[in-house]
């Protein structure tokens, strides 16, 4: 009854023995972002890049629908309300809201590097491609991605092993997806992983005490 009772106030337990993984993750992630960002005030298109793009921008136009249908929603915005929904349902309350404000702070980030790197999408920086999707605003960090980043690696601890292999196949999707509709480039997909995994660790690795403050916990 006590084990009972501990886990249901703190939501612990199933990160135990994980805090260097999360610790590594904000490192990589860290150092990933300040290198794309630096790459992406170029406001060019790379050459690796334009080629990765190009390879996958001009896969079938039979394509279109499954890829829209990878990208969920034309506004990242709605697939992290719906999921959040949908874990609140299952009376999951910690980890709805530990998702909500996740969100909150992974598009924080995102709108302040789109707004002081500026990168245009991949039509603002070429013009032979296949634009199969109207979108606005800077392409770097993809929305998209960080969200789908976030909301997988925040629920990865609570899926059964055998179930796990989704995640990082949801996220790869994703990143073809915003690539194959052209409205985004491979460093914007890049930076809007490193967006996520940099906000799921930062919670992962807060003290305890403010954990519990803000109710990670």
Known sequence: M????????????IYEGRRNWYIAGFAASLATLIVT???ASKHSLFGWEASLFHGINNWPD??????????????????????????FALRRWRLAWR?????????????????????????????DLHLRWADSGAGFPSGHVMIM?????????????????????????????????????????????????LVVCVIRIMPQSLRVFFRFD
């Open 2 to 13: 006590v084990v009972k009772k501990i886990t249901e106030k703190h939501d612990s337990v």
């Open 62 to 87: 039979s394509l279109t629908w499954f890829f829209k249908g990878a990208s969920i929603f034309q506004d990242s915005m709605w697939i992290a309300a719906v999921v959040v929904v949908a874990i």
């Open 99 to 127: 998702l909500a404000a996740s969100t909150v702070a992974g598009y924080a980030v995102a709108f302040l590097l789109k707004h002081e790197i500026g990168r245009a999408r991949p039509q603002g920086l070429i013009e």
């Open 149 to 197: 980043t976030v909301i997988t690696l925040s629920i990865l601890p609570y899926l059964p092993t055998k179930w796990r292999w989704t995640v990082p196949v949801l996220i790869i999707l994703m990143a073809l997806s915003r690539m194959y509709l052209g409205l985004h480039a491979p460093l914007d997909v890049v930076g809007g992983f490193a967006v996520g995994v």
């Open 37 to 39: 960002s630096y790459m």
